[in-house]
């Protein structure tokens, strides 16, 4: 598989397998047409039509949303249709920076298709002109792609924290970093899908951090989601990414941006302008 | 104007003032609906549809197309049609890195709405965890926005040199940089846009490099397109690039892109997502 159709695999052009659901009117998520059926059996939370979903008007706050829709994805639950519970509140907007409409149990984010925000860090080492990048493998018990490998530090956006804060404590988390260090971490760009992973739909939009880290730092894990970290060679990540999927699959793209930016690749090569064009191509529309 | 908008303003959803152009059924450009209907004065070399132009398929080798298309390119000078003769040849294809279909007069690629390329290049100077980027102002008697800020090395990518020797050229006669400095310079992505740009419908893909100088280089220009530079602090490039029209249409975007890049802009900072992924969502369809 080339890069490029990595990139490809973060995406999706047709939704017809799923309806939206609104709030208030506005779209704020894409149902799959059997999770839309099985929210018939709520008709004082849902209105189920067959070209949408929509929540009922008269839930007209954040808590009665939140309340109104945390019982229906407790009930999904019980029924197997919500999986891995993660007890995580997630905030739902229409977009970024939006007040949100409710709070959702994490698990439920990619059954309501509703968008997701996370921050992923690339922590890398100089050695001369060379770079070498921090690369993480996830637990075996982690929920979502276990075994996989990872960037240093990554994480949902829970709610009520910010980009930074969020960074500033998965640092700590997931790689032993300091608060001094962590905040070192410069943003240096947002990556945005719409993808099928696992029959479900997520739209996710990553801020993206890199952290130059000192020649002599070992990361630590401290919160049990990674077993393991190894500084490895551009040339050889490359080579990962391109014969196998032993990356998470939304860590691929965020890696290969960070060797596009870095010049891992040259437009000299054949596919550059296609492997960076595709990464501007993820994106899905605004709104 | 906020750096968002500034992004729109590169980017054209309506392309009903124009019709496609093919070569041998393949789209290769869009020629505005009176452009179009002025090249059925030239019927040994196109044939003129009310919905498309196709080249006339006797013209079958690389010489042919650029020999019958170089001549009507002449002629639609002198009409007026196509102004400001460079003497330039670009290369025309599909897309890039596909073998070129025909050689096309500089001044005509606009007109022809075909795919052009570039290279731009951010020169930056560091300052403890500051940055500073050098900026040159266009010369008056430029034929393309004459006066307005520019990057420190840019130029149109001409038939025959790849992006790097390119580079490497424009460098010496731009801004002075002898080759192995300007070797330093480190691709950073691609950005592509389609816009309208005086009547004329720009599709352009820019090949990105950043290139960190000694704090003491200073530029000097050697082929008269640049009248001066300036080394300038970030946050007075945010307010001009804000305020004014003073920055190249198309250097608007490379340099938000530098700024979202290097970190001058934060997640926590309203409207963050929009302006990354406004960067990624200039670019036009594959193909």
């Keep these: 598989m080339s890069l490029s159709d990595r990139l490809l695999h ?40 067959t070209d949408a979903v929509a929540l009922k008007p008269h839930l007209d706050s954040f808590d009665y949303r939140s309340a109104a829709v945390g019982d229906v994805v407790r009930a999904l639950a019980e029924r197997g249709i919500v999986q891995g519970w993660r007890n995580e509140a997630f905030a739902v907007a229409a977009s970024y ?6 709070r959702l149990e994490r698990a439920a984010v990619p059954v309501f298709g509703v968008k997701a925000y996370g921050v992923h860090m690339n922590g890398f080492v100089r050695d001369g002109d060379r770079i070498k990048l921090w690369i993480g493998r996830r637990a075996d018990n982690r929920p979502i792609e276990p075994g996989k490998l990872d960037n240093m530090v990554a994480g949902g956006l829970p709610f009520g924290l910010d980009p930074m804060a969020n960074l500033i404590k998965e640092c700590a988390e997931e790689a032993g970093i300091a608060e001094p260090l962590a905040r070192r971490a410069r943003p240096v760009g947002v990556i945005a899908y719409r993808m099928l992973h696992e029959d479900l ?26 077993a393991e970290f190894r500084l490895m060679e ?3 990540i490359e080579a990962i990414l391109s014969e196998s999927e032993a990356f998470k699959f939304n860590v691929a793209p965020v890696i290969i941006d960070f060797l596009v930016r870095h010049g891992h690749f040259h437009p000299d090569q054949p596919g550059y302008c296609e492997l960076a064009l595709g990464l501007a191509r993820l994106s899905p529309p605004a709104g």
Tied chains: 1, 2.
């Design 97 to 102: 920076g939006e007040t949100p409409l409710l």
């Design 10 to 49: 973060c995406s999706i052009a047709d939704l017809s397998a799923f309806r939206p659901w609104t709030i208030g009117g506005v779209q704020i998520g894409w149902l799959r047409h059997d999770v839309a059926e099985a929210l018939c059996a709520y008709p004082s939370v849902f209105s189920v039509g």
């Design 234 to 236: 551009l040339d050889e």
């Design 201 to 226: 739909l997520r739209q996710d939009t990553l801020f993206l951090y890199d952290l130059e880290l000192p020649a002599d730092f070992v990361p630590t894990n401290a919160d049990g989601e990674i």
